[in-house]
């Protein structure tokens, strides 16, 4: 990936903040589409119908616009679930809420699935260049599952839990992906609700 090469970047205008939206916007459409293999700032100029020059204004080079353009796609999916959520069942218990979310993950349009996986292996792959990209996932998704945990529990119980939730959900779209055993996630993914029921049902102590 390029790197910035000392372009004088924007000011931070009204109005250079909303080309930055929408060049941002513009080339997150295009890794949704193409993934990460092969992402350049010609590339991402191309995508977004400007000069590499332009981006540079813009941003701090591929890689800043790359770790934003991701940021975006995992803001998509969290949206997603969130609607999810709120058109089932607000007020139902947390193993309902992860249910309601579970489908729209493994029904996710297959770009925006591909994209968040090969950002999950570059994190691994190359971690000095690339950590912030695992780094930022756990930051956007941690929240949200500590906000679908009952409120009366204590924080640290919530954040307990919602890590459990993160890393399980994490290996089990891994899993279904590389081994492709659906059976097996499945029964995996309904152990898992059934440990969150007992959790639930401990009470608020913890």
């Keep these: 990936m390029e790197t910035n090469a000392g372009y004088r970047r924007s000011t931070g205008t009204p109005r250079g903040e909303a080309r930055r939206r ?37 941003f701090d080079g591929a890689e800043d616009l790359l770790r934003q353009a991701v940021f975006k796609l995992r803001e998509r999916r969290i949206e997603n679930a969130m609607a999810a959520v709120a058109e089932g069942a607000p007020k139902s218990s947390l193993a309902d809420r992860v249910r309601l979310v579970w489908p729209m993950l493994v029904g996710e349009e297959a770009g925006l699935a591909r994209v968040l996986d090969q950002a999950m292996g570059l994190a691994m792959y190359d971690p000095e260049r690339h950590r912030d990209l695992g780094r930022h996932a756990s930051e956007q998704y941690l929240p949200i599952l500590v906000g679908l945990c009952p409120p009366e529990w204590s924080e640290r119980r919530k954040r307990g839990v919602a890590e459990m939730v993160l890393a399980t ?11 492709g055993d659906e059976e097996g996630v499945a029964a995996g993914f309904e152990a898992l609700l059934r440990a969150l029921e007992r959790e639930e049902a401990a009470g608020t102590a913890a």
């Design 169 to 179: 959900l994490r290996g089990f779209l891994l899993e279904r992906l590389i081994s």
């Design 22 to 58: 929408e060049l941002l916007e513009r080339v997150t459409d295009d890794l949704a589409v193409n993934g990460l293999v092969d992402f350049s700032l010609r590339r991402a100029a191309r995508a977004a119908g400007t000069t590499h020059k332009v981006l540079l204004y813009h």
